[in-house]
């Protein structure tokens, strides 16, 4: 295990200093404790001394809404803090942004604060950190993102593949045959997962896979706008969502369509969102268990601690069915 010693000797300065940049200590510049701590995180140097002090863990959040009671990512933080603060850990919600990650390594931000394990939520591919993460020694567990050959970083979430084959069965009970996806670019790691769920599904079950019915757009109620007239002019009757925002934005693009649903259109978003079973009509959805993704991060985590290289977790979907898919209208082929 590298030592204060070996940071002094590659740096060229004295023990002491190296002690001081490690701990903050306010006679030695931000520059060099910068150069101090960026070593540190090159040599694999872990400052135990202020682990021993302070049992901390951190769940980093960008673009999801951690503070509003019953929202998704509220629920997997309290799931995480359930187990993990009863086991002596203090949990620290540290909002992130891009702009930061560009200023200030990954390794070194978790350094600095004396962090010994992160939790990962909101993340794009396009993240800074997420290249960090492929070569980053801190314990590092991601929600719906992948690293590969780490064995430091572990992932959760929930089995995309297993959730669009039951949405597609239950489609293809109904009489639909000719079933759309609408979703968002692929920038960020779910979202491809999803897009390939959806083709995986359809190919197991022997239905058509055509371009013409998946319609990939950035703004949620411009794409809805696009591609709904689209799908439906290529004789699509149901369309999977990548996410239930997207869907209970087609509900209102086909209200002002006057587009029926689930009589001329059926609809299926996926992560059951509180606000689903109030739209008009209801809508089914696949639905993705909050508080067990929060305490399988913490799982997940705490297998990390303990140098078992845990790979991911996949929680299984549950299809909730409500009023928004309904047998396909008569006459489709």
Not at 143 to 151: E, G, L, Q, R, S
Not at 188 to 208: D, P, T, W
């Amino acid at each position: 295990m590298p030592t204060i010693s070996d940071i002094a000797a590659k740096l060229g300065i004295s023990k002491s200093t190296v002690s001081k940049g490690l701990n903050g200590a306010t006679d030695v510049s931000d520059e060099m404790k910068r150069r101090i701590l960026e070593t540190a995180v090159e040599l694999g140097y872990v400052n135990k001394r202020l682990q021993k002090r302070e049992r901390k863990l951190c769940i980093i959040i960008e673009n999801m809404d951690c503070d509003t009671p019953n929202q998704f990512g509220h629920d997997i933080v309290l799931g995480f803090k359930q187990m993990a603060e009863p086991e002596g850990w203090t949990v620290d919600i540290v909002p992130m942004s891009m702009d930061f990650q560009r200023e200030t390594p990954y390794s070194v931000f978790m350094m600095q604060q004396g962090y010994q394990a992160s939790f990962i939520l909101g993340f794009s591919l396009l993240d800074p950190w997420m290249q960090e993460f492929g070569t980053a020694r801190i314990p590092t567990v991601l929600y719906d993102n992948y690293i590969k050959n780490n064995p430091h970083i572990a992932s959760v979430g929930c089995d995309n593949q297993e959730g669009f084959e039951l949405a597609v069965r239950h489609l293809m009970k109904l009489g639909h045959k000719k079933i759309g996806l609408i979703s968002g670019p692929p920038d960020s790691y779910i979202i491809k997962a999803r897009y390939n769920a959806y083709l995986s599904a359809l190919e197991k079950y022997g239905l058509e896979i055509n371009e013409n019915y998946i319609g990939l757009g950035y703004y949620v109620a411009e794409s809805a706008r696009t591609y709904i007239p689209k799908l439906t002019a290529q004789g699509v009757t149901a369309i999977l969502f990548s996410h239930d925002v997207r869907a209970i934005a087609a509900l209102t693009e086909c209200d002002d369509r006057d587009i029926r649903v689930p009589e001329d259109l059926s609809i299926i978003g996926f992560d059951d969102l509180p606000m689903t079973a109030y739209t008009i009509p209801p809508l089914t959805t696949l639905r993705q268990d909050r508080l067990a993704l929060g305490k399988c991060g913490y799982y997940a985590m705490s297998c990390l601690l303990n140098n078992v290289p845990i790979g991911s977790i996949l929680l299984r979907a549950t299809l909730i069915v409500r009023q928004s898919t309904g047998p396909a209208p008569t006459g489709t082929k």
